[in-house]
């Protein structure tokens, strides 16, 4: 593809969409929504309104840290605190496909109907890409930004318009357009991270204690593993026990999975050859996070194991 082409036929394609209003977009930090909003800035420039919503989902640090890296590039983001709404969202919640449906309907039905009122703007940009499309509309698991390819009309049922850039590439696709819209590499190669984030990385209820503990695995998983040309990696707290021990003393402790796979654009994907003594140092620093007393390796490939585990 001539992603240059792409480029320009995309910008000419906004500006004609937007008009002279305003619009809104949701900005994760992920290469695939970062890629949106330089497109749509590229575009409409100033009639863009751009926002990081904190969801209490995230990486550590990651909201001031996208909200920063962003502002070096000469793009304003503003910081959304909504962590209080998607825990309440997520309380008590347990199967998968639920804890999807919550964050769905805290991001459009909650925080992107006021933000849209507030702004004024008429349009909501998506990072959505094929993939997204293709894995939701199979049935294999919903990804919390498909609306209209399930039916559900945006305008009619949240009172704006979704416009979706990306629908047509691949993540391989999406990281060349990053390129030539000028992006660093470390947002062009940024290794994927799900919309619903940390959330997508705890089986059972996403609790605010839950969340303290996976997010300290991912940061480990991150620092350990960052020097691989891996295409993902990841932490993933179980909902089970096991027996171990702390101090001399019994612990029925938490879980942790470790996942690194190889990929192309992520329809299919095998384990990564980590080496050993990489994953025996982060199952040394994974094990001596509170509660933690079992760090397990993931060889599962894609098929039959999906990328993420929820």
Known sequence: MDYQSFIDA???????????????NALSGGVDSAVVTALAHKAIGKQLKTYFVDSALMREGEPQHVVKMFADLGIHVELVDARADFLNALKGLTDPEQKRAAITETFYKKIFVRLVRESGAKHLFHGTILTDIEETVAGIKRQHNILSQLGIDPEKEYGYQVVEPLKTLRKDGVRAVASLLGLPREISHRIPFPGPALATRIIGEVTEERLATVRAATAIVEEELSGLDAFQYLAVLFNDRATGIRDGKREFGQIIAIRCIDSHDGREATATCVPWPTLQRICQRI???????????????KPPATVEYI
């Open 10 to 24: 995309q910008v000419k394609e906004i500006r004609a969409t937007v008009g002279s209003g305003y619009a809104i």
């Open 287 to 301: 094990t001596a996070l509170p509660q933690v007393c079992r760090c397990l390796y993931d060889l599962t490939p």
